[in-house]
């Protein structure tokens, strides 16, 4: 019954957060409207609901649009007139993003000041929109964002250094336009929406310094080539003039919905954050605690209740296993629940795609820890590996949804009665 409850509350959020509704929204904003009919009217998306944003608009304006989308690989869904589609990886990018980025490129270049880019952001942006600055190689970047993903920068961190190695993030895409004007719908994976790194800013003045992505770099003892070291020490845009921003969904739409929908099961609901940002498998352990201190006290709300938790935790590699940080928070917070009734515990990225996997995150109750311990299977051992989506399936304790469409963080949710 649990179980169904969550699961029930998760999709259901899930589907209050898909982007066409964001899109229409945007669209209908006098900004935008001002320019329609006024030059031509390029299409540009990106991220990993940049194939449900794009269709949305085509939906909303016709036929009469060019451009391009670049998306996660098994993320489109489809032809959309007009626009040419490109898949490519993430997290880390390829060959692909490379040729998308470029594509998408040609359709923007010799616009006046009478034509507007209609700019699509999401989530994932950073890994799928990609054209390296010169004397930076794919390689480069792949070997960098790997070291960056190991090491357990922060989303900030890891765009920080992204944005000084790129001819298109930090506000260069945006000058690429000019004079074209660039409309920018976002929908926000970054907690506290900073546009500049959203997708790593591609059409924001760019908040972040040179000195510090190179303090980054110290920080994390980052192995770099002396060469990428003199392009990180180059400065990003500062100033855009020819640039309207709106942000039209973010992780607290996400917690809001799952509030929402518990209460409806009867659960009361209560978010505890939506800026949640430390170690998986911190979040896991403390989640667990607040569950037995429902069950044991009350505290710090009555069962039956819904305890919610929105954000982007991070994983530090020590294993080669398979997983996610949303797999590591699910499993980690089985041990701290091991033997309770009545709770459970999920933890669910929005975009259907936990870390290098098939599971949008993992699900577990009282019963997980034993259930593996059964098996001959160790939790810390497991979480010394980073293997969690292969214990968590041999659990039956792992949510998948296919990808989502959208992308606004992640939620971890603890129901108890």
């Known amino acids: 019954m649990l179980r169904d409850d969550m699961k029930q509350i998760l999709d259901g959020a899930i589907k209050a957060?898909?982007?066409?509704?964001?899109v229409k929204e945007a669209l209908s904003n006098p900004a935008f409207t001002a320019r329609k009919g006024k030059g031509k009217l390029i299409v540009a998306s990106i991220g990993k609901a940049a194939w449900r944003m794009a269709k949305a608009a085509s939906d909303i304006l016709g036929t009469n649009i060019t451009g391009a989308v670049v998306t996660k690989y098994d993320h489109s869904m489809g032809d959309i007139p007009g626009l040419e589609i490109y898949e490519a990886g993430h997290p880390v990018l390829d060959a692909n993003t490379l040729k998308g980025t470029s594509a998408l490129l040609e359709?923007?270049?010799g616009l006046n000041a009478e034509d507007t880019v209609l700019f699509l952001v999401s989530g994932g942006g950073s890994a799928l929109f990609e054209l390296p600055a010169e004397s930076v190689t794919l390689s480069?970047?792949?070997?960098i964002t790997s070291q960056l993903l190991a090491c357990g920068a922060d989303i900030v961190e890891i765009n920080t250094i992204r944005k000084h190695l790129s001819s298109v993030k930090g506000g260069r895409f945006a000058e690429l336009c000019a004079p074209a004007h660039v409309y920018m719908v976002v929908l926000s994976d970054v907690l506290g929406d900073r546009l500049d790194s959203i997708a790593s800013g591609p059409a924001a003045p760019d908040m972040s310094t040179s000195t510090e992505a190179l303090e980054i770099v110290r920080k994390y003892g980052l192995n770099v080539?002396?060469?990428?070291?003199?392009v990180l020490a180059r400065e990003t845009p500062k100033t855009l003039t020819n640039v309207t921003a709106v942000i039209t969904g973010s992780v607290t739409a996400l917690c809001?919905?799952?509030?929402v929908l518990a209460r409806e099961k009867g659960y009361s609901p209560l978010v505890l954050t939506t800026t949640l940002t430390c170690e998986a498998r911190e979040a896991g352990t403390f989640l667990a605690g607040v569950a037995r201190e429902v069950k044991t006290s009350g505290r710090p709300i009555k069962s039956p209740c819904a305890i919610i938790a929105g954000g982007e935790t991070v994983v530090h590699l020590t294993g080669k296993g398979l997983g996610g940080r949303n797999q590591e928070l699910a499993l980690s917070a089985a041990m701290g629940i091991a033997g309770l009734e009545g709770v459970v515990i999920a933890s669910l990225g929005s975009d259907g795609t936990d870390g290098p996997?098939?599971?949008?995150?993992?699900i577990v109750d009282g019963k997980t820890e034993a259930t593996l311990k059964a098996k001959g299977i160790s939790i810390p051992e497991v979480l010394r590996n980073n293997d969690a989506y292969n214990a968590l399936k041999e659990a039956d304790a792992l949510l998948m949804t296919g990808p989502t469409g959208t992308n606004v963080n992640d939620v971890a949710v603890v129901l108890v009665k």
Request: aromatic content about 0%; glycine content about 6%; hydrophobic content about 40%.
């Open 17 to 22: 957060v898909l982007p066409e509704s964001a």
């Open 107 to 109: 359709h923007v270049k």
């Open 140 to 143: 480069d970047m792949q070997d």
């Open 225 to 230: 080539k002396p060469e990428l070291m003199s």
């Open 256 to 259: 809001d919905a799952v509030s």
């Open 357 to 362: 996997t098939d599971a949008a995150g993992g």
